[in-house]
């Protein structure tokens, strides 16, 4: 399907679509006239086409609602008699928000993907496990048990429980791998009665919370999470005063090391 430009590109989100007005209204939690209208995406003001939903909040755009040439418009009830006769008027009392689920609605979060990776299957296979077991979920004890029982090596995340008595009932098991950064949910006493090695990844996320840890930083030191609620609700800070630099400042933390990589 030949998709118009519209807000999010789509190597990095996932899109759906396109829904009736009267399901747009339903996802925005506002309401809208009883019209047929397919709209197949979302996109500023300026660069909506017929099938977009742009939305209006900040009186300083009414320019470019007046202009507009997409076929729905989130606004305020007030705003409501600006929208073009050619766009229909999604009324409610908070449009960021009901902006934000419609984008929602377009472009849905993708589903989360567990399992184990190409390269880990064919480096088992290499080495002779040939039979590899996937389970996208924790199992329950009773089944846990049934799988462990002809296993020679387990990997699990934190929600599996291996207990001693799983344990007992997996009399070829060489080894346990922890995808995660503990190892609490292993009875390791019994692990180690039966010389059966518990690995964890205790650097697994550490690129991750370096990289939230300094995008925290820069927004808290320039103050950023104050002046973003500031404008959204129509206001602009133009001045510097309790915004600081990085630059001088000493890392600390756990994530210290892979943070002061990044920087460099």
Same mark, same amino acid.
């Given at each position: 399907?030949?998709?118009?430009?519209? +807000?999010?590109?789509?190597?990095?989100?996932?899109?759906?679509?396109?829904?009736?007005?009267?399901?747009?209204? =339903?996802? +925005?939690?506002?309401?809208?006239?009883?019209?047929?209208?397919?709209? /197949?995406?979302?996109?500023?003001?300026?660069?909506?086409?017929?099938? =977009?939903?742009?939305?209006?909040?900040?009186?300083?755009?009414?320019?470019?609602?007046?202009? @507009?040439? +997409?076929?729905?418009?989130?606004?305020?009830?007030?705003?409501?008699?600006?929208?073009? /006769?050619?766009? %229909? &008027?999604?009324? @409610?009392?908070?449009?960021?928000?009901?902006?934000?689920?419609?984008?929602? #609605?377009?472009?849905?979060?993708?589903?989360?993907?567990?399992? %184990? *990776?190409?390269?880990?299957?064919?480096?088992?296979?290499?080495?002779?496990?040939?039979?590899?077991? !996937?389970?996208?979920? /924790?199992?329950?004890?009773?089944?846990? #048990?049934?799988?462990?029982? =002809?296993?020679?090596?387990?990997?699990?995340? /934190? &929600? @599996?429980?291996?207990?001693?008595?799983?344990? !007992? *009932?997996?009399?070829?098991?060489?080894?346990?791998?922890?995808?995660?950064?503990?190892?609490?949910?292993?009875?390791?006493?019994?692990?180690?009665?039966? $010389?059966?090695?518990?690995?964890?990844?205790?650097?697994?996320?550490?690129?991750?919370?370096? !990289?939230?840890?300094? +995008?925290?930083?820069?927004?808290? #030191?320039? $103050?950023?999470?104050?002046?973003?609620?500031?404008? *959204?609700?129509?206001?602009?800070?133009? @001045?510097?005063? $309790?915004?600081?630099?990085?630059? $001088?400042?000493?890392?600390?933390?756990?994530?210290?090391?892979?943070?002061? %990589?990044?920087?460099?």
């Amino acid at each position: 399907m030949d998709w118009p430009p519209i +807000a999010g590109d789509p190597r990095f989100f996932r899109r759906s679509g396109p829904y009736s007005l009267a399901a747009v209204a =339903d996802a +925005a939690g506002a309401d809208a006239p009883p019209r047929r209208l397919m709209l /197949s995406g979302v996109a500023p003001l300026q660069s909506a086409e017929s099938a =977009d939903v742009s939305f209006f909040d900040n009186r300083k755009y009414a320019d470019a609602l007046a202009d @507009t040439r +997409a076929g729905a418009v989130i606004v305020r009830p007030d705003m409501a008699e600006r929208v073009p /006769s050619s766009a %229909v &008027a999604i009324v @409610t009392d908070e449009p960021y928000v009901a902006w934000a689920r419609v984008a929602a #609605l377009f472009h849905p979060i993708p589903p989360a993907r567990p399992g %184990v *990776h190409p390269s880990a299957v064919e480096t088992f296979q290499e080495d002779g496990y040939t039979r590899i077991e !996937e389970h996208a979920k /924790s199992l329950p004890e009773a089944k846990l #048990l049934e799988a462990a029982s =002809d296993a020679y090596l387990i990997g699990i995340r /934190s &929600a @599996t429980r291996i207990t001693a008595r799983v344990l !007992e *009932h997996a009399p070829k098991l060489l080894g346990i791998g922890c995808f995660c950064i503990g190892t609490n949910q292993v009875a390791l006493d019994a692990a180690q009665m039966r $010389g059966i090695p518990v690995f964890n990844a205790p650097f697994s996320n550490t690129r991750s919370v370096a !990289e939230l840890v300094l +995008a925290e930083i820069i927004m808290l #030191l320039r $103050g950023i999470p104050y002046r973003n609620a500031m404008a *959204h609700r129509g206001g602009w800070i133009k @001045t510097a005063s $309790g915004s600081y630099e990085v630059r $001088g400042k000493c890392l600390g933390g756990s994530a210290t090391i892979e943070a002061c %990589v990044l920087v460099e």
